[in-house]
């Protein structure tokens, strides 16, 4: 069995305690470049059990590896990448996180998958404006089975969405409790084994002890992010990255890993797998 089946088996069996890894957009940094085959393939040897990625559309209608509402950061240009074709795109300089124009550019969904054929699942997240390109992409690659479509629960077009397309599996984005509902009516029509949970505060109604019972009542597992991108954006209720990193797994992981969180998002997946590993949290 490939990797890529046994993490979906764990998906639907509610009895494996496993914690598993899904990388934000890969392992990226200096010359390798975000939503990329390389960023993905360097992020699954670091440990990653899934990687999450963003798709965008370009103006002739290619599906691309970007995440941004703009090509500002990546590009220092301030358009959508649908003002630009593919050709345009490949030919403009991408600046790297040193601020050098990069050697390598972005890739298009086409070529990701080519390169992550039979490896490792695909969290698809900000490509719900798209689903339908991205359906037949997959389709055709006879990749279905190793993509899971992600988006926030209050868009009710993606919602519909899901319902109609059983062969696919979905894990809404829930930042309230209130919303749990919406859940419960997705996961009777459409095929849900997580829901990802977005705390800021330990306080916040989607973090309490209610909501990891309820919805785990339910057969589904309950995704949760350490990402540490800004002072701004806070997420998994503060149990970090970086608090990991300065502190201790035990201090930022190790909280997650408490309350009952089964799929960790990380930047880090090397040392986030090594500190489950450590705790007996990960085969």
């Not at 305690?17 to 957009?25: G, L, M, Q």
């Not at 630009?84 to 040193?98: G, V």
């Not at 954006?233 to 201090?251: C, H, K, P, Q, T």
Request: proline share 2%; charged share 30%; net charge negative.
């Amino acid at each position: 069995m490939e990797g890529w089946e046994e993490t979906r088996r764990w998906l639907f069996n509610m009895e494996d305690t496993d914690i598993k890894i899904a990388s934000h957009r890969g392992k990226f940094g200096s010359s390798v470049i975000e939503n990329t085959s390389l960023a993905f393939l360097t992020a699954m040897g670091e440990g990653a059990d899934m990687v999450e990625m963003d798709l965008d559309m370009t103006k002739d209608g290619i599906l691309i590896g970007h995440h941004d509402k703009t090509m500002k950061r990546l590009f220092s240009v301030d358009d959508k990448i649908s003002c630009h074709t593919w050709d345009e795109i490949q030919k403009m300089p991408l600046i790297n996180y040193l601020g050098e124009v990069n050697v390598t550019g972005l890739e298009t969904f086409q070529e990701i998958l080519d390169s992550l054929r039979g490896k490792t699942l695909m969290a698809l997240d900000k490509c719900w404006d798209h689903w339908d390109a991205v359906y037949e992409s997959l389709a055709e690659k006879d990749m279905l089975g190793q993509a899971v479509f992600k988006f926030p629960i209050k868009n009710s077009q993606a919602a519909e969405w899901a319902v109609g397309h059983g062969d696919c599996m979905f894990i809404p984005m829930v930042k309230e409790a209130k919303y749990l509902e919406d859940v419960d009516i997705l996961r009777k029509k459409a095929v849900v084994p997580a829901v990802e949970v977005v705390p800021r505060k330990e306080t916040d109604s989607i973090y309490a002890d209610s909501v990891f019972t309820w919805v785990k009542e339910r057969h589904m597992k309950i995704w949760c992010n350490s990402l540490s991108l800004a002072r701004r954006l806070v997420y998994g209720a503060g149990y970090d990255d970086l608090r990991s990193l300065i502190f201790g797994g035990d201090e930022g992981w190790g909280g997650l890993a408490k309350k009952g969180v089964d799929i960790i998002q990380t930047d880090w997946p090397a040392e986030t797998s090594a500190y489950l590993r450590e705790i007996g949290r990960r085969r």
